[in-house]
């Protein structure tokens, strides 16, 4: 399932960019396409973390409430610029992962990092290296939303 599920993601992605639908192109773009996951079915790369398709339903709920995160970040972050007195308090902070796998282990870093005032600086298994622009910032993440958020969209209840 996992094979075909790559190999119409695969074809749909080259016919995107291709924009070229003659038989003879098409044909080709298949046999591409067949070539590249019969390669990676041989690699033995063809699992959860090479294409997690499990993760897609989920995603429809995760990417709006991350987008409207990264918004609501984003304002607050240029109030603080904009702001005469600066009101910024630089902060490490180290946060734990709730997830179970790697996959949304380094999604919780990265939703983390794509949040304007915070960023993932470093990954020690389940503990994130987390540089904060403000304090409140920091104090945010601590509180675990975005770590429930990240492990519900993983498969979490």
């Known amino acids: 399932m996992r094979a075909l599920s790559l190999g119409c993601v695969l074809f749909l992605f080259w016919l995107l960019l291709s924009g070229h639908y003659s038989v003879l192109l098409v044909t080709l773009g298949v046999l591409s396409c067949a070539a590249i996951v019969l390669l990676v079915m041989r690699m033995q790369v063809l699992d959860d973390e090479g294409h997690p398709i499990h993760l897609v339903l989920p995603a429809f709920t995760f990417w709006p409430w991350l987008i409207f995160e990264i918004l609501k970040s984003g304002w607050t972050v240029s109030k603080i610029i904009l702001s005469p007195s600066l009101p910024i308090s630089p902060t490490l902070t180290k946060v734990r992962a709730g997830q179970k796998t790697r996959v949304?282990?380094?999604?919780?870093?990265?939703?983390?990092?794509?949040?304007?005032?915070?960023?993932?600086?470093?990954?020690?298994?389940?503990?994130?290296?987390?540089?904060?622009?403000?304090?409140?910032?920091?104090?945010?993440?601590?509180?675990?939303?975005?770590?429930?958020?990240?492990?519900?969209?993983?498969?979490?209840?």
């Not at 949304?104 to 503990?127: E, K, R």
């Not at 920091?138 to 519900?152: I, P, Q, T, W």
């Open 104 to 157: 949304g282990v380094y999604t919780y870093a990265n939703s983390i990092t794509l949040t304007p005032g915070t960023i993932s600086v470093d990954v020690q298994g389940n503990d994130i290296l987390v540089h904060a622009i403000t304090e409140g910032g920091a104090l945010e993440l601590a509180e675990g939303v975005m770590d429930k958020r990240v492990s519900r969209f993983e498969g979490a209840k």
